[in-house]
C-alpha cells in the first residue's frame, strides 16, 4: 500500500511540477533512452552478481514491493512453535523431540505450523541447532556462538539483494549520462540540419540524464531499502530463536524461554505477553 502511494507521490509530483511549469510530457517520451539506460543497468546487475543474489532478489521483490514478508502473526506462529518443542522436551526428554527434528513435515509440533514449514530457511536453522542440543553436551556459551556464528552468515546472504540494488541505483546516473552523451553524438551528426529537429535531438540526450538520476533515486535506491527491511525482518526470526535455546540451554522453562525469545522482536510485530499466552493456550 504504501508503496503504491509512494509511486503515486514521485510521479504526481515530478509530472506535475514540470507541466506546471509549461513542460510537454510527450518530450519525456523517449523509448531508446530507456533502452539504453534500463537495459545497461539490467545488464550490469547479472554481471555483477551470481546466479543465487539475482534469484534471490527475484524472489524477495514481491515482499518489498508487497510489504514485510512477516507478520505478528508468523512471529505468533514461530514462538507457539519453539515454545511446543520445548515443552516437549521438559515434559519427555531431549531424545523425544527427535523425530521431529528429523522430518518436521511429519512431525505432529511442526505440522501445527504450516506457515513455518514453507519457510525453509527457518526451520533448517530450527531443527539444525536443536539437533546439536539433543546430540551434544555443549554449553550454552558455545551453543550461542556457534548460533552468532550462523545468524552472522544469513545476515550476509540474506542483505545480498539489497547490496547488489544499491550498487545499480549508484550506477544508474552514469548510465544516463552515457544515454546522453550518445545523445549528442546523434545531434552532432545532424548539424547543418533544421533547427527543430537539433532541439528535439538535445531535449532527447538531456532526457537521458534525467531518467536515471530520477530512476535512481526515486525507484531504485528505495527499494534496495525496501529488500533491506525484508532481510532484517527475516533475521529477527534467526535472533527469536537463538534467545530461545539459549534460554533453554540454561535451564530456563518453555515459557520463560518463548518470552526471552518475544523480547527480541520489533516492536511494531512483536505480540504483547498476554496475546503470546492465550496463542500458547490455544494451540
Not at 39 to 58: D, P, Q, R
Not at 238 to 249: D, Q, R
Request: hydrophobic content about 50%.
Amino acid at each position: 500500500m504504501l508503496f503504491a502511494v509512494g509511486v503515486l507521490v514521485v510521479l504526481g509530483s515530478v509530472a506535475g511540477g514540470y507541466i506546471w511549469h509549461g513542460g510537454i510530457l510527450g518530450v519525456l517520451w523517449q523509448p531508446a533512452e530507456f533502452l539504453i539506460i534500463l537495459g545497461a543497468a539490467f545488464g550490469a546487475f547479472l554481471i555483477s552478481n551470481s546466479m543465487h543474489t539475482v534469484m534471490a532478489t527475484a524472489k524477495n521483490l514481491p515482499a518489498a514491493i508487497m510489504g514485510q514478508s512477516t507478520s505478528q502473526k508468523l512471529y505468533l506462529d514461530l514462538l507457539g512453535l519453539l515454545f511446543d518443542i520445548f515443552n516437549k522436551a521438559r515434559r519427555e526428554g531431549m531424545m523425544s523431540i527427535e523425530a521431529d527434528i528429523e522430518s518436521p513435515a511429519e512431525s505432529g509440533v511442526f505440522t501445527r505450523y504450516p506457515s513455518l514449514l514453507k519457510n525453509q530457511r527457518i526451520i533448517e536453522f530450527l531443527t539444525d541447532n536443536l539437533r546439536i542440543m539433543t546430540t551434544s553436551n555443549l554449553a550454552p556459551h558455545e551453543i550461542e556462538a556457534m548460533i552468532d556464528t550462523e545468524i552472522e552468515t544469513q545476515m550476509h546472504e540474506l542483505t545480498e539483494p539489497s547490496h547488489a540494488i544499491t550498487r545499480i541505483a549508484d550506477g544508474l546516473p552514469a548510465f544516463g549520462i552515457v544515454a546522453a552523451v550518445l545523445g549528442i553524438v546523434i545531434t552532432m551528426q545532424k548539424l547543418g540540419g533544421p533547427p527543430d529537429a537539433l532541439g528535439k535531438s538535445v531535449a532527447a540526450a538531456l532526457v537521458g540524464t534525467f531518467v536515471g538520476i530520477f530512476i535512481a533515486y526515486s525507484f531504485v535506491g528505495p527499494m534496495a531499502s525496501r529488500l533491506a527491511e525484508v532481510a532484517h525482518a527475516e533475521i529477527k526470526m534467526f535472533e527469536c530463536i537463538k534467545a530461545a535455546i539459549v534460554a533453554t540451554s540454561n535451564g530456563l522453562p518453555p515459557q520463560l524461554a518463548v518470552e526471552f525469545a518475544r523480547k527480541t522482536l520489533f516492536s511494531g510485530e512483536r505480540p504483547s505477553f498476554a496475546q503470546l499466552d492465550e496463542h500458547i493456550r490455544t494451540r
